[in-house]
């Protein structure tokens, strides 16, 4: 194979590894897709070793091998979809590798998160309904609404001020934990920890938890203990900021 | 019968909006919005009948895991993509949260039992979720090679 073509499949593959794991998606299938592309392309003696902070992958005994870093880890199901999709039509071989490299290239530099007031929204109105799937009392879905997008706003927001998730998760809690404590106190809303656990929820590491067992399954255990450990800390930041504002 | 009825759309309503949150493709959020629909209204009627929550956790991913697999084919889809936000009303905040309290409050014993409980309940969220995907391998995986699952990426390391 010419060094220039293997170069570039190989920075294909890794760009295709980055983008999933940034995006959340569980190690196995990571790892799957990269082998999946890289047989598509008649390259059958390449080996990968994925963890939640960075690929290596190599082409093979004389070909070159790479490594890339991953820095940041969010839940952004959609661009899973869009790379599994440029996996699954150059697997069928439906577009060249070049074509493919382009558009996990354009894949990269988009933002598909819809505008933060319709999240924020979203957070809203999801915190009110756990509340009443809780069993809460249904004059509390107002605080819960309230609390609920401020707390997703809020760890958004200085999410991307900070680039440190535990503190933004803290602050978030703290936030919650004070609208509702407010609300009990001034009289608009009666039970203070069913509207916290609904206004929480937005903020709890689902995707972490379900990932990091599956990955354990697997076989991939470092992967796996590392986003348990992600799930743990995230958790921990929710519940440390929630004691802060109870304990006054 | 009504309560049902607004369980179902109340659990409809929240996990779709996770799939906002979680930026799930605009056109599978109803999808998503079904996924956990299901699973919340099988856990609710499954601990109506008596069972602890631990077994109807269990039971919840499991339908979870399977609807979120019929919808993964019919729109060739990953299945995180439904399974995540399906399975998010079964997580235990509430459990979790009075464990946390209880430690607040230096009722360590009971701190510890809410605690373990939590525990107990994502495991068995995560081994249902686990267990209906390898069921589902299993019946189909003799058909469908090509598949992205757990078992199929042991077939490719082999």
Known sequence: MKYEQSEMAIDCFLLAGRIMMESG??????QDTMLRMARSQNMMDTQSYVTPTGIIFSLG?????????????ITDLHRIVLVNNVSRKL???????????????????????????LQVLAASIASSCFLFLYKGMLTDIPTAFVAGGIGLYIVTIIHKMTRVKFFSEFLAAVS??????????????????????????PL???LLITNAVRDLMAGHFIAGMAKGAEAFLTAFAIGSGIA????F | MGTIILQVLFSFVATACFGVIFNAP????????????VGWTVYYLVTDMGLDDVRSSFIGAFVVALVAHFFSRKFRMPMIIFSVSGIIPLVPGGIAYNAMRNFMEFDYVMGLQNGIRAFMISGAIAMGLVFAEVIVQMLLGIMSKGKTSIQSFMKVRK
């Open chain 1, 61 to 73: 005994r004389t070909q070159p091998t790479r490594i890339t870093s991953i820095s940041t880890r």
């Open chain 1, 91 to 117: 697997t069928s071989q439906m577009i060249t590798l070049e074509r493919a490299y382009d558009e996990l290239k354009r894949i990269e530099k988009t933002n598909y998160f819809l505008p933060i007031l």
């Open chain 1, 204 to 206: 709890v590491p689902g």
């Open chain 1, 176 to 201: 919650v934990g004070v609208v509702a404590s407010l609300s009990v106190h001034y009289g608009f809303g009666t039970e203070v920890d069913k509207i916290i656990i609904g206004s929480v929820m």
């Open chain 2, 26 to 37: 605009t056109k599978v959020i109803p999808a998503c919005g079904f996924v956990g629909a």
């Open chain 1, 25 to 30: 998606a569980e190690t196995y299938r990571v």
């Open chain 1, 244 to 247: 802060l504002v109870l304990s």
